[in-house]
C-alpha cells in the first residue's frame, strides 16, 4: 500500500465512524468531547502541502502503520501513566512478552531508529537536539507523579515551579502534560505525522520529533481544567489563567510566536530548562 492510498482510507474509515456517531445520536442533544475528536485527530480533509514538504515514504507505511498499532497496545497494557516515562528497551520487553501485542521486527526497529535519529532541519524544524541515544532512560527517583493528572514531573524546579503556580493562579490550573520518554514522544510525533496524511513537515510545526523535545529533560504543559482539547490550541491564550501567567516573573514560554525552532505557538507550554 501507497501512502496516498493508506491516508485516504483512513479518512474514509474516520468519517465514517464519525457519520454514524452523529445518526447514533440524531434523537439526542449532541455535543462533541474534543478530548475524543479533536479536531486534527480525525484527519479529515486536507492540510495544505507545500512543494518543500516532505512525507512518510511509500516503504515505511507498512512499518509506520504496525508501530503505532504496537505503541497503542503497550500504552494500554502498561497504562497511560506508566507509558509517560517507559523506555525504549521496555517497549521492546512488553511487546515482545504481553499477550496479543507482538514482538517489534527488525523492520519496525530500524524505522523507529530512523525517526528518531534522522536530521529534522529537512522538515522546518531547527530545535536544540536533547536526547543522543534512543535508549535512553528517565530515572524512577528522579520524578513524581502528580496528583489527579496521571503525570510526572521532574524533581526540583520542575514541581515547585508547577505548585508555584498553582499557589498563585489557582486550582483551575492543571498539569496537562509531563515527563515524556523517548517512546512517548514517539507515539505523540507518529500520530501527529498520521493526522497531518503523512506529512512530516507539518508535523514537525506542532510536535518535537522525539530527540529534541524539553519534556524528557523539565518543560511541562498547564492548561484550564475544562477546557478539554483546547488547551493545546491558541484558546488557551484567551483564558484568565493564561493572563495570570503573563504576569508571573518566575516563568517563560518555550514556544512563543515566530520562535526560532519553527514550532507553532504554544502558551501552555512551561520553559524549565
Not at 71 to 81: A, D, F, K, S, T
Not at 148 to 171: A, N, S
Amino acid at each position: 500500500m501507497n501512502r496516498r492510498d493508506f491516508f485516504n482510507s483512513c479518512k474514509l474509515a474516520a468519517l465514517s465512524t464519525f457519520t454514524s456517531s452523529l445518526l447514533l445520536k440524531a434523537d439526542e442533544e449532541f455535543e462533541t468531547n474534543e478530548e475524543i475528536y479533536p479536531a486534527d485527530s480525525l484527519a479529515i480533509g486536507s492540510t495544505p502541502i507545500k512543494k518543500s514538504d516532505i512525507f512518510i515514504e511509500d516503504n515505511d507505511i507498512n512499518e509506520f502503520i504496525a508501530v503505532r498499532k504496537k505503541l497503542r497496545l503497550v500504552q494500554r497494557h502498561i497504562g497511560y501513566g506508566n507509558f509517560n516515562v517507559v523506555s525504549f528497551d521496555n517497549l521492546i520487553k512488553y511487546a515482545k512478552y504481553a499477550k496479543n501485542i507482538g514482538e517489534f521486527t527488525n523492520k519496525e526497529l530500524s524505522f523507529l531508529e530512523k525517526i528518531f535519529y534522522i536530521n529534522p532541519t529537512q522538515y522546518g524544524f531547527y530545535g536544540k537536539k536533547i536526547s543522543s541515544s534512543i535508549t535512553e532512560k528517565i530515572s524512577e527517583k528522579d520524578i513524581v507523579k502528580i496528583p489527579r493528572t496521571g503525570h510526572y514531573l521532574f524533581r526540583g524546579k520542575p514541581e515547585q515551579t508547577y505548585y508555584e503556580m498553582k499557589k498563585d493562579i489557582g486550582d483551575t490550573i492543571i498539569l496537562t502534560s509531563g515527563v515524556r520518554s523517548i517512546v512517548k514522544q514517539m507515539n505523540l510525533y507518529l500520530d501527529k505525522i498520521y493526522s497531518t496524511d503523512g506529512n512530516i513537515t507539518e508535523a514537525s510545526k506542532s510536535l518535537a520529533p522525539p530527540a529534541f523535545t524539553y519534556h524528557s529533560i523539565g518543560d511541562f504543559d498547564v492548561g484550564k481544567i475544562g477546557l478539554g482539547y483546547d488547551n493545546f490550541t491558541s484558546r488557551f491564550a484567551l483564558t484568565d489563567e493564561f493572563l495570570k501567567m503573563k504576569r508571573l516573573t518566575y516563568i517563560e514560554m518555550r514556544y512563543t510566536i515566530n520562535n526560532k525552532d519553527g514550532v507553532r505557538y504554544e502558551p501552555w507550554h512551561i520553559k524549565v530548562i
